[in-house]
C-alpha cells in the first residue's frame, strides 16, 4: 500500500514539476546526439532518460544514427506511444517511421528526426527510484 501511494504521489508531483523545467535556448549548438542524461522530475527522485550532446538535449536523430541515445529514444516511444519497436539502438526505417507518428500526433514538422522541436515536445518514460515506471512526460 505504502508503495503505490508513492508511486502516484511520485507521479503527480513529476507531472507538476515538469511543467517548471526550461528548455534551452533556442540558439544552443545543435548536433548529433551523442550521450544519454537522466533528468530529474521530483522530490521523489522519479527520473527518465533522454538523448542528448554533451549536456543539451538539443540534439539530432535520424536515419543512419546508432547506440544508447537511440535505444533511450526507441524505450520511450515504445512505453509512451507504443510503437512496437525493437530496442537494438539503430534508426532505421521503423524508428523513423515511429518518430513521425510522434510529430504528426503533436501537430510539429513531420520529419522523421528526432530533433530539439521533437524532443521538448515528445514524452519520455520517468522512473520511480525503485526502478517502476511511473508516468510518460515531457522532459
Excluded at 510539429?108 to 515506471?133: E, K, N
Amino acid at each position: 500500500m505504502m508503495k503505490e501511494t508513492v508511486r502516484v504521489l511520485a507521479a503527480l508531483t513529476c507531472a507538476a514539476v515538469l511543467t517548471l523545467v526550461n528548455p534551452l535556448p533556442a540558439n544552443a549548438a545543435v548536433g548529433t546526439c551523442t550521450s544519454v542524461a537522466y533528468w530529474s522530475g521530483s522530490i521523489f527522485a522519479a527520473t527518465a532518460e533522454v538523448p542528448v550532446r554533451g549536456t543539451s538535449p538539443n540534439c539530432i536523430l535520424g536515419r543512419g544514427n546508432a547506440g544508447n541515445p537511440t535505444r533511450v529514444l526507441q524505450r520511450s516511444l515504445n512505453r509512451c506511444y507504443q510503437q512496437g519497436l525493437t530496442v537494438d539502438g539503430i534508426f532505421g526505417s521503423r524508428t523513423a517511421t515511429a518518430v513521425r507518428n510522434v510529430q504528426r500526433r503533436h501537430g510539429i514538422t513531420v520529419d522523421g528526426i528526432y530533433g530539439p522541436q521533437t524532443s521538448r515536445t515528445m514524452r519520455f518514460a520517468w522512473w520511480s527510484p525503485y526502478g517502476d515506471f511511473i508516468t510518460c512526460a515531457r522532459r
